[in-house]
């Protein structure tokens, strides 16, 4: 009996506890609620939904822990993937030219909002929700309102970012374990993990003793904005057309998953882990849902009852760990 | 006093030294001296000028006027990293921890190369060294901690401090200046603190015990200077330093005549 207390407290200490519990809860429930939910065809169509939202969503967490937000990954998502096919229809353009240009452009755009942070010190709020919708409109402009369709002689050069398998399997999903693997190692054992984690923790102290607080934030809005862009690439390469407003309203899902993960706004808590679980959970009401039948319009009420369930949920674990490791 | 003492002449030595801030005269030719392994007590009341002078010793300000000495030799303690580099450290009020993170990343701070593996543009931080290097920091001082993985956040104030503290010695601090290291610290904590002091003089390092609290200074010092509106009103050993005297200076603001 102590034995199997001892194992509960040890699973309860895991940081990402109550994301796990979360994530558990929300299969049992649809598990049983339809059966077509444990099939082949629905597990794969999570995995390739919640690879999509982490590729962009652990970033987006990353930033949260350096205690700042980024609002604008929707509308950069966007343009980049607006771009490429506008520069190769507009312009005649390369695929890989194209596709260059719209990384660099990401590249800049995020490079731009942290300058901006940290030089004219605005809050990353006002910021990225400027970005959001400039850069949104600067789709609107480039479109006029049209969907941008992809040269179908080109569409080729796009499966090395979204292959999608006989079996259901997209190859998107390699490129979500690489980064993923990426950024966990990066944020658990380099140094420039400690200090985001100490950027969002106590900036003072960070700066105090002598970490680049600046700097870190600025090369995380960076990353988002990639990140961004490579989301952008991937739903290119799944769908081939792109509209206006592809990409809007996924900066509050991204902001969703990472507190679903664990993630505290205000900066010092979260983990790519929990992260990957906040979008799998939210990967799995989005196709539970569908495969129960349930109107869409359910969705959004749904996942807003998520956010505030979950984070009663990650709370309650976390106060239990506090008081188990005392 | 301390027969480790090989050395002569005083570690830190303060001449003359003037600052002003806009209209205020914050300190009006200050001078005293900090031998080796010896804990001094700054005293005096709020806006004695203990702020002022503790900026000046890390490096934030220079003096207006007056002279520093570091072991014998005139310096200019011109950036807070010069201080650093020399050996002064200065433990702050707040700490200068995080608290959600665990001990030892709190450890190496800013300062993760000592304890990683560089490949190419990255730092691996080798945690079980890490870990193991921030134990035996902490241990050197006595301090009992059951695991450094904890988060910062479990600790008590006194057992913080501590800490603080461990990582100021372990970063080769010479002079460590605490500024009012027991001001928010309860009975029992106030205890643990004094005694990571005491230990840190045995180790060879220096103490400026900042405090405006006499009898916690009492508890520890073996000399004591007494500041009251930018001048030095009191600056006795041990041995002739009287508890009522000094506490009514303190408050009084002068030299009191026995």
Redesign the interface.
């Known amino acids: 009996m102590a034995r199997l207390s001892g194992i509960f407290q040890s699973a309860a200490t895991l940081r990402e506890a109550g994301a796990l519990l979360s994530a558990i809860i929300v299969a049992v429930v649809f598990s049983v609620w339809t059966p077509y939910f444990l099939t082949l065809e629905s597990i794969t169509s999570v995995l390739v939904v919640t690879s999509e939202m982490a590729i962009l969503a652990m970033p987006v967490t990353l930033l949260m822990i350096a205690g700042e937000f980024d609002l604008s990954v929707g509308s950069v998502l966007g343009l980049c993937s607006v771009l490429v096919p506008w520069l190769m229809v507009t312009w005649k353009f390369p695929p890989i030219v194209s596709v260059l240009i719209a990384f660099i452009v990401a590249l800049l755009i995020g490079y731009l909002h942290g300058s901006l942070v940290h030089k004219l010190r605005i809050p990353s709020f006002i910021v990225t929700l400027a970005g959001l919708l400039f850069w949104r409109g600067v789709v609107f402009v480039l479109t006029q309102g049209f969907p941008v369709r992809v040269p179908p002689d080109q569409v080729w050069f796009f499966q090395f970012f979204a292959h999608r398998f006989p079996n259901g399997f997209n190859l998107s999903l390699i490129w979500f374990l690489a980064y993923a693997a990426i950024l966990f190692l990066i944020l658990t054992y380099d140094r420039f993990g400690n200090w985001v984690y100490a950027s969002g923790g106590n900036e003072r102290a960070a700066r105090k003793m002598g970490v680049p607080v600046d700097k870190v934030r600025t090369l995380l809005f960076m990353l988002t904005a990639v990140s961004a862009f490579l989301t952008g690439i991937i739903q290119v390469a799944r769908f081939t057309s792109v509209d206006a407003s592809r990409g809007e309203s996924l900066e509050l899902e991204m902001i969703a998953a990472s507190v679903i993960g664990g993630a505290s706004l205000s900066g010092g808590v979260g983990s790519i882990v929990g992260t990957i679980i906040g979008c799998l959970i939210v990967g799995m009401i989005r196709n539970g849902l569908a495969t129960a039948g349930i109107a869409s319009y359910w969705y959004t009420a749904i996942i807003g009852l998520l956010i505030l369930g979950a984070v009663i949920v990650n709370k309650t674990t976390g106060r239990l760990r506090t008081k188990w490791a005392t | 006093m301390n027969a480790h003492n090989l050395q002569t002449g005083p570690l830190l030595e303060v001449r003359n030294v003037k600052k002003a801030f806009g209209n205020v005269q914050a300190l009006n030719g200050v001078s005293f001296a900090i031998g080796r392994a010896s804990v001094v007590a700054l005293l005096g009341d709020n806006g004695a000028g203990k702020s002022s002078l503790i900026s000046l010793l890390n490096g934030l300000y220079t003096p207006d006027s007056g002279e520093i000495f570091w072991q014998g030799q005139a310096v200019r303690l011109s950036s807070p990293r010069i201080a650093a580099v020399l050996g002064i450290a200065t433990v702050?009020q707040?700490?200068?921890?995080?608290?959600?993170?665990s001990i030892y990343?709190n450890m190496?701070?800013?300062?993760?190369?000592l304890v990683?593996r560089r490949i190419g543009p990255?730092?691996?931080?080798a945690?079980s060294y890490a870990k193991r290097e921030a134990s035996k920091a902490i241990a050197a001082l006595g301090i009992k901690i059951k695991s450094t993985e904890?988060?910062v956040?479990?600790l008590s104030g006194g057992q913080r401090q501590s800490i603080a503290i461990a990582r100021a010695v372990h970063f080769g601090g010479r002079l460590l200046v605490l500024d009012e290291p027991t001001s928010a610290l309860s009975l029992r904590q106030t205890a643990q603190v004094l005694a990571t002091v005491e230990r840190t003089r045995e180790k060879g390092a220096s103490v400026l015990f900042i405090s405006h609290n006499v009898r916690h200074a009492f508890q520890v010092a073996d000399h004591f200077v007494v500041l009251s509106q930018g001048e030095v009103v009191r600056d006795v050993p041990r041995e002739q330093a009287d508890f009522d005297q000094i506490s009514t200076m303190i408050m009084e603001g002068k030299a009191v005549e026995r």
Do not use: I, K, N, T
């Open positions: 702050f707040d700490l200068a921890m995080v608290d959600e993170m990343r190496f701070l800013g300062r993760e190369e990683s990255f730092y691996f931080m945690h904890a988060p956040v479990v």
